[in-house]
C-alpha cells in the first residue's frame, strides 16, 4: 500500500523516473503474488533491455567505487564512448545507470537526436581495424567486440612461458589461466577471421565477414535502434515461420547442409548445429583436464571465473564447486585456447545468426586440437565445410588474400561482386573486384525476400561464352538457369588458345581451367577439347528426352532449401539406369557396348571407362616424352603447374620432384595438345555424365597423335 499511495501521490512520477516507480510496483505486484492462492496476471516486464537495464551488472559493477576505470568506461558509462571517440584514448568515467542519450548522439542539448557522434571505423582487439560502411555499426562495434582475440591469447600464452623455451601445449605454466573474450562481441563474430576474435588455430583457414544479404547487413537492419530486439518482420521476408525470436534458432540456409555437429540431422536450425558442437567441446576439455592435467574441471555460465575443479568427479556442477577458491587453476596452453573459443561461441548468443560457420570452424578446430592428444578421442564424424560455392576457406576463394583485391581477369568466378557485374553487363569486370567468402544468395537470385510465395528467380543471361570464343543463346521464353552456371564452369583455355601459343612458338603448357562442367557438356559445340584436324566429335549431350534433362539443376541438387550443388540420383533415375546403385551416382553405365579403354569388360561404369583412358594417355605421354624428348614427364594434380620433370625417370612423383624450379620444359606441340585433353579430363570429374563420347573421342586421339596404338579401344 505504501507503494501504490507512493506511486499516486507525485503526479509527475512518469516524467522524474519512471523506471523507478515501474520497479516498486512491479515488485509489490509479486510479493503479494507469493501469497495468493491464484496470483495475479503479470505478464509485464520489469526491466528494460541491456543498454537501459540499470539494474544489471554491466552498470551496478561499480556501485562500490567512484568512477569506472578507464579500461572499462567507454563502454560501462554513459560519457565514455563519445569521450574515447573524440579522444582516441579510454578515461575513466563518472558511474552511470545505464546508456544516455549522449551516448550515441551529437547535439542532445539542443533536442537534435538526428546525429550520431562519428565513427569512421572499428578498431578490434586483434589491432585489426575495420569500417563497416555504417556509421551506426561503426558505433555499435566499438563495445560489441570482446575484449581478446587470438593475437592477445597467443601474446598472452607465451608471456607465461620462460624466456628462451618454446611453447608446449601440454605443460602446466605457472600463472596461466583463462582467457575470457568478454561479453555480446557480436561484431567480432560477424567480421569473422577479418577480426580474428576467436582463437584462430595456426594453418586453419576462416570465413571472414558474414555478408548476409544488401538489404540486411549493418546491425540496425536486423535490431531495433534502441531496444535491440530483432526485427522479426525483417527476418519474416526471407525466412519462412519466423515469428518469434525463439523461431530464429530454426533457420538454416540453403547453403548448408552438411552435418556440422555429428548428429545425423542436416535440416536442424544452425543454432542446433553450434549447439551440438560446443557439447562435443564440453566432453572433449573435461575428458582432457583429466587425462592430461589432473583435477577434473567443469564449467558454470554463471558464476566467475566459469571453469571450477570437479570436486567429486561427476562430470556436474553441484553445490558449493562454483567458489573462486575452487576455481580451475592449473592451465597448459592447449586448454586455454579450447576453453576461450568453448566462452566465445556461448558469450555472443546471436553467433548462429551473425556468422555461424566461423562458430562453427573454431569449436570443430577446438574438438580436433584437443582429440590430437587423447588416448580416446571424442567421437567426432563431423564435417567442417561447405562444398565449393560456399566454401570460403578453399583456395578458389582465398587465393587473393595477400592481394587484398581479385584481379579483373578472375573476378568474374572468384568474387561475388565479379559475378554481380559479369550478370548485369553480360562483360568480365574491367577492374580488381573486393575478395569475396564464397557465393550469397544475392550473387545468382534477384529479388531476394520480396514474394515468399514463389522461389527467388535466378538471374537470366542471354548466352554463355565458351574460351573458344563459340556463343550459346538462351531462350527468355523458356530461359535455361544453367547459362548462370556456365558463367564459370566452361574454363579458361581451348583448343583456339593452344593453336595460337604453338603459331606463335609459345610452347608450354595450356591449363583449361578447373571444373569446366559446361564446355564438356556442350563438346564439339563449344569446341573448346583440343579437336584432332579430320576427326568427328560429339555435340552437346542432351542426356534423356527433353531439354530439361540437360539442364545442370536436373542432376545437381539445387533445391530450395539444400544447395550442395552435389550430383545424386533420384529414384526417377533408375526408371532408366536400373544397372545404378541410389547412393553410388558413378555407378551408372547404361546401355553402351563399347568398350571404350580395350580392358575387356563392356559393363564396367562409365566413369571407369574413362579413368582407364586418362591413365593410358598419362602412360602414353611418358613413353612419347621419355623416348620422343628424351625428357621423362610426370603429374600432380595437386600442384602447379602440374607436370614437372621426373629427374629420376621412375615414373613417380618424389619429394623435391613437384617443384616450380623443376616444372616439365621440353613441350612441343603433339605434348601440349595432349596434356591439354589430359588436364581438360582430369580437371572435369563428372566428364563421363556430361559428355561420355566427347571426352572419351578426345583421350583418344591424344593417345593416337602421341603415336600410341588405339586399335583396343572403341572410339564411338
Not at 509527475?12 to 492462492?37: C, P, Q, R
Not at 565458351?466 to 521464353?477: C, I
Not at 628424351?630 to 618424389?654: C, H, L, M, R
Request: aromatic share 10%; with cysteine; charged share 20%.
Amino acid at each position: 500500500t505504501y507503494n501504490y499511495q507512493y506511486a499516486l501521490k507525485d503526479k509527475g512520477a512518469f516524467a522524474h523516473n519512471a523506471k523507478y516507480v515501474i520497479e516498486v510496483l512491479f515488485d509489490s505486484i509479486g510479493d503479494l503474488n507469493t501469497a495468493l492462492d491464484t496470483p495475479v496476471t503479470l505478464e509485464g516486464t520489469r526491466n528494460d533491455s541491456g543498454h537501459f537495464d540499470n539494474t544489471a551488472e554491466a552498470w551496478r559493477h561499480w556501485d562500490s567505487g567512484a568512477a569506472v576505470e578507464a579500461n572499462c568506461a567507454k563502454c560501462h558509462s554513459a560519457e565514455g564512448l563519445p569521450f574515447y571517440l573524440e579522444h582516441g584514448v579510454n578515461f575513466e568515467q563518472p558511474q552511470a545507470a545505464s546508456m544516455a542519450c549522449i551516448t550515441c548522439h551529437d547535439n542532445v542539448a539542443d533536442g537534435d537526436f538526428s546525429t550520431q557522434h562519428s565513427a569512421e571505423s572499428v578498431m578490434f582487439p586483434s589491432g585489426e581495424v575495420i569500417d563497416s560502411g555504417s556509421n551506426s555499426s561503426n558505433l555499435c562495434m566499438q563495445c560489441h567486440q570482446g575484449r581478446e582475440s587470438k593475437v592477445s591469447v597467443d601474446s598472452y600464452i607465451a608471456s607465461k612461458v620462460p624466456a628462451g623455451e618454446p611453447i608446449q601445449d601440454d605443460v602446466v605454466y605457472t600463472g596461466l589461466g583463462f582467457r575470457n573474450v568478454h561479453y555480446l562481441a557480436a561484431g567480432a563474430t560477424r567480421y569473422g577471421s577479418d577480426a580474428m576474435g576467436g582463437y584462430e588455430y595456426d594453418g586453419k583457414v576462416y570465413d571472414g565477414f558474414f555478408e548476409h544479404v544488401s538489404s540486411v547487413s549493418q546491425c540496425t537492419d536486423c535490431h531495433n535502434t534502441h531496444n535491440q530486439s530483432v526485427k522479426l518482420e525483417s527476418c519474416a521476408d526471407c525466412h519462412e515461420g519466423v515469428a518469434t525470436e525463439e523461431d530464429l534458432e530454426e533457420i538454416r540456409m540453403a547453403s548448408s547442409v552438411i552435418d556440422y555437429n555429428g548428429n545425423g540431422d542436416t535440416e536442424e536450425g544452425i543454432y542446433h548445429e553450434i549447439e551440438g558442437l560446443r557439447e562435443k567441446l564440453y566432453e572433449a576439455i573435461q575428458a582432457y583436464a583429466s587425462e592430461a592435467i589432473g583435477p577434473y574441471i567443469i564449467y558454470s555460465e554463471s558464476a566467475y571465473p566459469y571453469w571450477f575443479i570437479d570436486t567429486n568427479m561427476n562430470g556436474q556442477v553441484d553445490a558449493g564447486e562454483t567458489t573462486n577458491a575452487n576455481k580451475y587453476a592449473q592451465w597448459t596452453p592447449r586448454l586455454v585456447k579450447a576453453t576461450y573459443n568453448f566462452q566465445y561461441s556461448l558469450k555472443d548468443p546471436g553467433a548462429f545468426a551473425h556468422n555461424a560457420k566461423y562458430v562453427i570452424e573454431l569449436l570443430f578446430d577446438s574438438i580436433e586440437d584437443i582429440n590430437s592428444v587423447l588416448s580416446t578421442p571424442i567421437e567426432f564424424d563431423v564435417s567442417r565445410n561447405d562444398s565449393g560455392h560456399f566454401d570460403p576457406t578453399s583456395e578458389a576463394w582465398r587465393h587473393w588474400d595477400a592481394d587484398g583485391a581479385v584481379q579483373a581477369s578472375c573476378a568474374r568466378c572468384h568474387s561475388g561482386a565479379g559475378l554481380d557485374y559479369y550478370a548485369a553487363n553480360g562483360t568480365n569486370p574491367t577492374v580488381s573486384m573486393p575478395v569475396s567468402w564464397g557465393l550469397t544468395c544475392e550473387n545468382c537470385h534477384s529479388s531476394i525476400g520480396s514474394d515468399r510465395s514463389v522461389e527467388a528467380p535466378v538471374k537470366y543471361l542471354a548466352t554463355a561464352v565458351f574460351p573458344s570464343g563459340t556463343t550459346v543463346n538462351n531462350n527468355a521464353e523458356a530461359p535455361d538457369n544453367s547459362f548462370l552456371c556456365l558463367t564459370c564452369h566452361v574454363g579458361r583455355e581451348s583448343k583456339t588458345s593452344v593453336d595460337a601459343a604453338i603459331t606463335a612458338g609459345t610452347f608450354g603448357f595450356k591449363n583449361v581451367h578447373y571444373a569446366p562442367a559446361g564446355s564438356m557438356l556442350y563438346g564439339a559445340d563449344a569446341h573448346v577439347g583440343y579437336e584432332y584436324t579430320g576427326k568427328t566429335y560429339q555435340t552437346k549431350f542432351t542426356h534423356g528426352t527433353g531439354s530439361a534433362s540437360a539442364n545442370c539443376a536436373y542432376c545437381h541438387t539445387i533445391e530450395g532449401e539444400a544447395h550442395s550443388f552435389e550430383p545424386e540420383l533420384h529414384s526417377s533415375c533408375l526408371d532408366c539406369h536400373d544397372e545404378a546403385s541410389i547412393d553410388d551416382i558413378e555407378s551408372i553405365r547404361k546401355n553402351r557396348s563399347g568398350d571404350y579403354n580395350g580392358n575387356g569388360n563392356t559393363t564396367e561404369p562409365l566413369a571407369d571407362e574413362v579413368e582407364g583412358l586418362i591413365t593410358a594417355l598419362y602412360l602414353q605421354m611418358q613413353t612419347y616424352c621419355t623416348n620422343t624428348l628424351t625428357s621423362p614427364i610426370i603429374y600432380d594434380a595437386n600442384t602447379y603447374p602440374y607436370f614437372f620433370k621426373d629427374t629420376n625417370g621412375n615414373g613417380q612423383v618424389d619429394a623435391g620432384e613437384a617443384t616450380n624450379a623443376n616444372k616439365f620444359t621440353a613441350w612441343n606441340a603433339t605434348v601440349m595438345k595432349a596434356a591439354f585433353n589430359f588436364q581438360f579430363a582430369k580437371k572435369e570429374s563428372g566428364a563421363w555424365a556430361h559428355n561420355t563420347k566427347y571426352v572419351v573421342q578426345l583421350l583418344i586421339d591424344s593417345i593416337e597423335d602421341l603415336g600410341g596404338n588405339v586399335s583396343a579401344y572403341s572410339r564411338p
